[in-house]
C-alpha cells in the first residue's frame, strides 16, 4: 500500500493493553452534538522527532485527543479547544 500514512503526535498514543498492539489513541466520536472519545487501536510505524506514524487504526481526518495522558476513559465526554 503505497498511500501516506498519517502521523500524530507522539504524546497522542497510550498504551492500551487491550488492543491487539498494545498501543491506543483516543478517538472522537460526535453524536448528537456532544463529543466522546473511543480508545482506538493503532499499529505504530517509525518516530520521527516528537512524532509517530500510524501504519494502522486512523482513517484520514479521523479526529483524535493529541494529549492524551492518562485522565482519560472510553466513552468520557470531552470538549475541543480550537
Given at each position: 500500500d503505497a498511500s501516506?500514512?498519517?502521523a500524530i503526535p507522539l504524546a497522542a498514543?497510550?498504551?492500551a493493553d487491550s488492543a491487539p498492539g498494545g498501543y491506543g489513541v483516543y478517538a472522537i466520536?460526535?453524536?448528537d452534538g456532544t463529543?466522546?472519545?473511543r480508545l482506538q487501536p493503532v499499529s505504530l510505524g517509525p518516530v520521527?522527532?516528537?512524532s509517530v506514524v500510524i501504519t494502522a487504526g486512523l482513517a484520514a481526518g479521523q479526529r483524535?485527543?493529541?494529549t492524551a495522558g492518562l485522565q482519560l476513559s472510553d466513552g468520557e465526554r470531552v470538549k475541543q479547544i480550537p
Open positions: 501516506p500514512k498519517p498514543v497510550v498504551k466520536d460526535s453524536a463529543d466522546r472519545v520521527h522527532g516528537d483524535i485527543v493529541a
